[in-house]
């Protein structure tokens, strides 16, 4: 199948293309403002399909947003009727079509267009009337108010909120693309005579504001939101997108002393805390137990004895680990425990607890193995 993609270098074009590209559809035509127009001729007479994704979002003169986002999809269609090729064509629409602006207008004048090619050519078309897309790749001050939102914060800009009770609906470039590869194939989703993208999220503007700081602050909380949330999930995902290259590795505060080091690496709100801990030849740590608080140990490097005791019974329990192994040892509740590095090289061991720890009810009660 050979597809055109237009506005190839658009925010949903780098995306879609990219997709494609992974999923191996190999004869993509990518057509953008800077292509040669003779391209354009070529493309319309071989293409299979076409996604129409060009237009402008925020040009300097407001008549540019017919000149684009209607003349050009005129240009579009007549080529296609000049080589009698009555391929589909999906354009990207907006909810914005619906309203009485210079933008909007011109959407609805270029849906109009594709409807009024369908009816003259027999021609399958698929509008999708899009809301505010996010993703990676969009341009701050541009594509979308996330998109500025994540690149101002991440960057430690200042940002201006009107109306933090303003309700967005969003989509995610992950989900539009799944969409515009489904439709490619067949097997997209309409609502009478639009196309949609069936996964959506609708969320406040100041929630999304206030989860873009709490995950800029979460390198010092060294935290991570909850990813069971799918719109947190992928607002994650997109914030880490706009992070200069410079600010890619953030430092760990290690906890250093004559037996190894200690460094706390993640914490979660409901699934515990991620630890790496380096014991030094011969050195011994632990000799405490839980009353709640329960463990995973996973030796990575080194070698190392987990011993266990109940505290009211003098039988001790050993586990040898070693990092070729890749062995997990789950720490249960109600026994003192220690690990010792019995190697010649540091011992590495990546600690998980299920809590956070918390000074105030530390839940770790010393007593010698």
Same mark, same amino acid.
């Given at each position: 199948?050979k597809?055109?993609?237009?506005?190839?270098?658009?925010f949903i074009?780098k995306?879609l293309?990219?997709e494609?590209?992974n999923?191996e559809?190999?004869d993509?035509?990518?057509?953008?403002k800077d292509s040669?127009?003779?391209?354009?001729?070529k493309?319309?007479?071989?293409?299979d399909f076409v996604f129409h994704?060009a237009g402008v979002?925020?040009?300097?003169?407001?008549t540019e947003?017919?000149?684009s986002?209607f003349?050009?999809?005129?240009?579009l269609?007549?080529?296609?009727?000049?080589y009698?090729?009555?391929?589909?064509?999906?354009?990207s629409?907006s909810?914005?079509?619906?309203?009485?602006n210079?933008?909007g207008?011109s959407?609805k004048?270029g849906?109009?267009l594709l409807?009024?090619?369908?009816?003259?050519?027999?021609?399958k078309?698929?509008v999708y009337r899009?809301p505010?897309?996010?993703?990676k790749w969009s341009r701050p001050?541009?594509?979308s108010a996330?998109a500025?939102?994540c690149?101002?914060?991440a960057?430690?800009?200042?940002i201006?909120v009107?109306?933090?009770n303003?309700?967005?609906n969003?989509v995610y470039i992950?989900?539009v693309? *799944?969409?515009?590869?489904n439709?490619?194939e067949?097997?997209g @989703?309409? %609502?009478k005579?639009?196309?949609?993208?069936? &996964?959506?999220?609708?969320v406040k503007?100041g929630?999304?504001?206030?989860l873009?700081?709490?995950?800029r602050?979460s390198r010092?909380?060294r935290?991570i939101?909850?990813m069971?949330d799918r719109?947190?999930?992928k607002l994650?995902?997109?914030y880490?997108?706009?992070l200069?290259e410079d600010?890619?590795?953030?430092?760990l505060k290690?906890?250093?002393d004559?037996?190894?080091?200690?460094?706390?690496?993640?914490r979660t709100p409901?699934?515990?805390?991620?630890?790496v801990n380096i014991?030094?030849?011969?050195?011994?740590?632990?000799?405490?137990w839980?009353?709640t608080?329960?463990e995973?140990?996973?030796?990575?490097s080194?070698?190392?004895?987990?011993r266990f005791?109940?505290p009211?019974?003098?039988?001790?329990v050993?586990y040898?680990v070693d990092?070729?192994?890749? *062995?997990?040892?789950?720490?249960?509740?109600?026994?003192?425990? @220690?690990i %010792?590095?019995i190697?010649?090289?540091?011992? &590495?061991?990546?600690?998980?607890?299920n809590?956070?720890?918390?000074?105030?009810n530390?839940d770790?009660h010393?007593l010698?193995?």
């Amino acid at each position: 199948m050979k597809i055109l993609v237009t506005g190839s270098k658009g925010f949903i074009g780098k995306n879609l293309i990219a997709e494609l590209k992974n999923r191996e559809y190999t004869d993509v035509f990518e057509y953008d403002k800077d292509s040669e127009s003779v391209l354009l001729d070529k493309y319309c007479k071989e293409a299979d399909f076409v996604f129409h994704l060009a237009g402008v979002n925020r040009p300097k003169d407001q008549t540019e947003f017919m000149k684009s986002n209607f003349g050009f999809t005129s240009t579009l269609l007549d080529t296609l009727k000049k080589y009698h090729n009555a391929c589909p064509v999906m354009i990207s629409s907006s909810i914005q079509a619906e309203l009485d602006n210079p933008y909007g207008e011109s959407k609805k004048a270029g849906e109009s267009l594709l409807f009024d090619y369908s009816k003259e050519t027999g021609a399958k078309v698929l509008v999708y009337r899009f809301p505010n897309v996010f993703g990676k790749w969009s341009r701050p001050n541009y594509n979308s108010a996330v998109a500025t939102f994540c690149y101002n914060i991440a960057n430690d800009l200042p940002i201006h909120v009107n109306d933090p009770n303003v309700m967005m609906n969003l989509v995610y470039i992950d989900d539009v693309v *799944k969409e515009l590869i489904n439709a490619l194939e067949g097997k997209g @989703n309409k %609502e009478k005579e639009f196309c949609v993208v069936p &996964v959506f999220h609708t969320v406040k503007l100041g929630e999304i504001v206030d989860l873009l700081y709490s995950f800029r602050e979460s390198r010092n909380e060294r935290s991570i939101p909850n990813m069971s949330d799918r719109f947190t999930k992928k607002l994650y995902s997109t914030y880490l997108s706009y992070l200069s290259e410079d600010q890619f590795s953030y430092d760990l505060k290690m906890n250093i002393d004559q037996r190894g080091s200690f460094t706390e690496f993640i914490r979660t709100p409901d699934r515990g805390q991620v630890s790496v801990n380096i014991s030094k030849p011969g050195i011994t740590k632990g000799n405490h137990w839980h009353h709640t608080k329960n463990e995973k140990f996973l030796v990575v490097s080194g070698n190392g004895v987990i011993r266990f005791r109940k505290p009211d019974e003098n039988k001790i329990v050993e586990y040898f680990v070693d990092g070729n192994e890749m *062995k997990v040892v789950d720490i249960p509740v109600g026994y003192t425990h @220690n690990i %010792e590095n019995i190697g010649d090289t540091d011992m &590495v061991t990546i600690m998980w607890v299920n809590e956070p720890f918390d000074p105030e009810n530390p839940d770790t009660h010393y007593l010698e193995v």
